[in-house]
């Protein structure tokens, strides 16, 4: 096994959450310095990794190990090595190492890179002809130079061809199949194990029938508005508990009803009380989306979601065991939604590629005790 190089990670923000599974990955982090612990205190642990977290004072203690920039105030951080006594060739820029984010792509995709000179900071494309003085505190100030060269992204053909109204404006149904529903049913195909025993859906029972087969011993129907018994279908309302019973299915399938629901707090806690112990709730909401007046006019359409409002949302119930969230989409994909395009009109891999930024579906599987 390949032994990891010792570094230490000056910076824990933005640009070291964006970067970090990579780094712990490939190196073996000795230490944090971060100016917000006290010189004189020793050190703090980092709560999420464990590891020490001490003040730059302090980095004499790790002689000869790479320190890795992680802000895009590199240049105030970069001078505070070297008034430390840090050699410059111990010192690396982070924003230089992948992942990148698409400012970084443009700096450092195409032969870009940071130098340190003195006690600034440059960046250089040879390529490019560009040789410039970063500002100490803002990497990103560099972009009034560059907006002139070939790295940067020009956006006429794009906005030329977008249209100020969607192409279809009911998600895409007129066209085949809303991308949103390729996301739902990826989940729930991901997680057909848990549709079983007495299991009951939202307005229908056709993703029970789907994904569940001859694992589903009962099949019940939850609709706010009728009960119809010939098909098992029950009145019930998760807001109000009209028509909810305790501990009465093994799993739940909700998909795209909260935000519909305005007392998301009561509707949550109906759907943990009607799982059996230990029961399963398969949950889908939406994140970016239009918003459809019939719906809107019918029942309301009042959320959008991220994947900590779905979490925190169930996370808060005492009967709760455990939340998974996942989330599905990305820049293409949600422009497509926005627009009306069908998940038929889009590539497989222009589907599955994950941005969680763009967030156009947010799922979870919540346990109950």
Known sequence: MKRREKVILFGRGMVYERKKEVLHREYDVEAFLDNEVEPDLGFIVDERTGIRVVNPAKVTNFLEVPIILLSYALGDMYRQLLELGVDKERIWFGPCLKPYNSFEKILFEN????????????????????????????LEGIMKDVKC??????????????????IDDTYGMNRGTPVDRYYIEKFLESHKEQIRGTVMEIGDNTYTGKFGGNKVSDSVILHVERENRKINQIKGNFATGQGIEKEYVDCLICTQTLPFIYDLDSAADHMIKILKKGGIALITAGGISQIIQYEK??????????????????????????????????????????YGISFEELKREELDFCDPNYQVIIAAVVKKK
């Open 149 to 166: 060269t070939d790295l940067y992204p020009k956006t006429d053909g794009i906005l030329k061809i977008l249209p100020l109204e969607p």
């Open 111 to 138: 032969g870009g890179r940071l130098n340190g000179v003195g006690k600034d900071i440059f960046y250089e494309n040879t390529a490019q002809g560009l040789y410039i003085k970063t500002s100490s505190s803002d």
């Open 297 to 338: 006019i019918h029942y309301g359409h009042f959320w959008s979601f991220t994947d900590m409002s779905l979490r925190k949302l169930f996370e808060r119930n005492p009967n709760v065991d455990s939340v998974q969230v996942f989330t599905y989409g990305n820049v293409k994909t949600a422009t497509a939604f926005l």
